[in-house]
């Protein structure tokens, strides 16, 4: 095979397509063309010689690339782009043309070579697609964060100048809705004679006097957040038909509000895109959640302390209420409620009479949410007994309003509970909570008692709050089991055993917890 042909068979089997144009002649028409080039275009030779190589170009070639590689030509000077060409049947293809001037004095042909970079082409478009995405996702996340913090800053700012409840729900409602991204806002709260929840602020193109929704958590994301005093966030297609304000499509929010142990209610938001909440909403939702009901406790604590009369309740209680009228029932005995305390869970210390306190213990099993039942001292058919609740007791839930227990006794079955209620707290919301944990409980007697400059109750809070939790309880402890009496029936290791702690760290609570009682007494003395 001479060098020509060996030349000429290298060109042919070229990967890439080789063409040449004669420079002398009018528009530069093909004189050659390999068979890569056939292969990349479909043309045949016997179509493509003698025309320009323009016939690859159509209507989404770019204008401004053709005038480019036209102005080289023209000068004479190499040149490389990327084109836009389509193949005798029409299909597109990303065509590198590069092209290079040949002669000696003067240029006589031009070297052409087509190069198929539609593979990187299209995955440069893919990049510059998703980095667009990006972009445009980016710029609404900053516009969501924008806008929701706003929201948060305006509602706190709110809050901290309401002076009512209702100012509190009217006013965040409001601000919700005059949110592009909120339909509805309402709040509502357990109505315990209708077992329902019932709104008491809306805002939006909705009307719900009058309405009301199931409490039962298993018939209903709002009932479920209230009951779980958590929150809920559900596409409409999930909801129970009861729960739905217009067209499906839409998402609603539930967040209850609660503040410790007290909850004021529901929060409840409809948003007007289907596509839902993001983890950050959520978060702002939920913040906005817990500062309408710090608002609220806010509220009611400065009203408790500023109220100038109080309401005395009295409640029968039957055999299946608390735990202590069932428990007197089964020993036979009587039970006076003699105060409480706290050290994670509940402690309740009461004194029985008529039965062996050793039994109680036994005789307990089943009692309600009893975990523990310590003696504290016991003497014959009497003693001081401690009983431990899990969860948030009764006592727990009343002292959070504001409510003093008076009194609280059971014996044979039959129990009663007296309850001070301040001024500022609604003595009806008190006899549902009530009722709502002892559903057989009624109310005997109400009645109405002007209140003293300080109540002994306000001073002796007072006093406690200078106390730490272990400092109070070691305090409580000590007195209730007889520690101070003048025949000291128990002692310091005894009590730090019922504590899980130390003697000599019980001894440490209880004397600081002296001094700072005695520094009061001096002081207010």
């Known amino acids: 095979m001479n060098s020509d042909r060996l030349i000429d068979r290298a060109i042919d089997e070229a990967p890439v397509g080789v063409t040449i144009a004669d420079a002398r002649k009018d528009d530069n028409p093909l004189i050659y063309l390999n068979d890569a080039f056939e292969r990349l275009t479909g043309y045949p030779k016997d179509e493509t010689i003698g025309n320009n190589c323009r016939f690859l170009q159509g209507e989404r070639t770019d204008p401004a690339s053709v005038a480019a590689m036209r102005a080289a030509i023209?000068?004479?000077?190499?040149?490389?782009?990327?084109?836009?060409?389509?193949?005798?049947?029409?299909?597109?293809?990303?065509?590198?043309?590069?092209?290079?001037?040949?002669?000696?004095?003067?240029?006589?042909?031009?070297?052409?070579?087509?190069?198929?970079?539609?593979?990187?082409?299209?995955?440069?478009?893919?990049?510059?697609?998703?980095?667009?995405e990006v972009e445009n996702e980016r710029s609404k996340v900053e516009a969501v964060l924008e806008r929701i913090d706003g929201l948060l800053e305006d509602?706190?700012?709110?809050?901290?100048?309401?002076?009512?409840?209702?100012?509190?729900?009217?006013?965040?409602?409001?601000?919700?809705?005059?949110?592009?991204?909120?339909?509805t806002a309402w709040i509502g709260e357990h109505a315990l004679r209708r077992n329902g929840i019932v709104p008491t602020t809306w805002s939006g193109p909705i009307d719900l006097e009058g309405s009301s929704l199931p409490m039962d958590r298993n018939d209903g994301f709002v009932g479920?957040?209230?009951?779980?005093?958590?929150?809920?966030?559900?596409?409409?297609?999930?909801?129970?038909?009861?729960?739905?304000?217009?067209?499906?499509?839409?998402?609603?929010?539930?967040?209850a509000l609660v503040s410790g142990e007290t909850n004021y209610g529901v929060l409840v938001v409809s948003a007007a895109q289907s596509t839902g909440f993001d983890d950050?909403?959520?978060?702002?939702?939920?913040?906005?959640?817990?500062?309408?009901?710090?608002?609220?406790?806010?509220?009611?604590?400065?009203r408790i302390l500023t109220a100038d009369s109080m309401v005395e309740l009295?409640?029968?209680?039957?055999?299946?209420?608390?735990?202590?009228?069932?428990?007197?029932?089964?020993?036979?005995?009587?039970?006076?409620?003699?105060?409480?305390?706290?050290d994670g869970d509940s402690l309740l210390f009461f004194t029985s009479k008529g039965a062996d306190p050793d039994r109680l213990r036994e005789l307990s099993v089943?009692?309600?949410?009893?975990?523990?039942?310590?003696?504290?001292?016991?003497?014959?058919?009497?003693?001081?007994?401690?009983?431990?609740?899990?969860?948030?007791?009764?006592?727990?839930?009343?002292?959070?309003?504001?409510?003093?227990?008076?009194?609280?006794?059971?014996?044979?079955?039959?129990?009663?509970?007296?309850?001070?209620?301040?001024g500022g707290t609604s003595?009806?919301?008190?006899?549902?909570?009530?009722?709502?944990?002892?559903?057989?409980?009624?109310?005997?007697?109400?009645?109405?008692?002007?209140?003293?400059?300080?109540t002994d109750e306000e001073y002796r809070q007072g006093v406690e709050e200078g106390l730490t939790d272990r400092q109070l309880l070691s305090l409580r402890k000590a007195f209730f089991s007889g520690y101070f009496d003048s025949k000291r029936r128990i002692t310091g290791t005894e009590i730090a055993a019922s504590m899980g702690i130390s003697r000599s760290t019980f001894h440490q609570h209880l004397r600081a917890a002296e001094r700072k009682l005695l520094a009061e007494f001096f002081d207010r003395n």
């Not at 950050?280 to 400065?302: D, F, K, M, P």
């Open 74 to 132: 023209a000068a004479k000077e190499p040149v490389s782009v990327e084109l836009r060409n389509y193949r005798k049947d029409g299909t597109e293809f990303w065509n590198q043309v590069d092209i290079a001037p040949i002669g000696e004095e003067t240029v006589t042909h031009f070297v052409g070579f087509q190069t198929d970079i539609t593979a990187r082409k299209r995955a440069e478009f893919e990049v510059e697609r998703r980095i667009e």
């Open 155 to 183: 509602i706190t700012r709110t809050l901290v100048e309401a002076t009512t409840r209702e100012g509190i729900e009217r006013a965040v409602c409001d601000r919700l809705t005059a949110d592009d991204a909120y339909d």
């Open 224 to 255: 479920e957040a209230l009951a779980t005093g958590g929150s809920r966030f559900i596409h409409d297609t999930e909801m129970a038909w009861h729960e739905r304000e217009g067209d499906s499509g839409s998402t609603r929010a539930a967040i």
């Open 280 to 302: 950050h909403e959520r978060v702002v939702l939920e913040s906005i959640g817990r500062a309408i009901a710090t608002a609220c406790n806010t509220l009611e604590s400065r």
């Open 314 to 342: 009295e409640f029968d209680l039957a055999d299946d209420d608390l735990f202590f009228v069932s428990l007197s029932a089964r020993a036979g005995c009587r039970f006076e409620y003699e105060g409480s305390a706290h």
């Open 366 to 422: 089943g009692c309600g949410d009893l975990t523990d039942v310590t003696v504290l001292r016991a003497t014959g058919s009497s003693g001081l007994i401690e009983f431990r609740l899990s969860g948030v007791s009764l006592v727990t839930k009343l002292a959070n309003r504001g409510v003093r227990i008076r009194s609280m006794h059971a014996e044979g079955g039959e129990g009663r509970l007296c309850l001070l209620v301040p």
């Open 427 to 454: 003595p009806r919301s008190v006899a549902e909570l009530v009722m709502e944990g002892c559903p057989n409980a009624t109310l005997a007697v109400s009645r109405e008692h002007d209140r003293p400059p300080l």
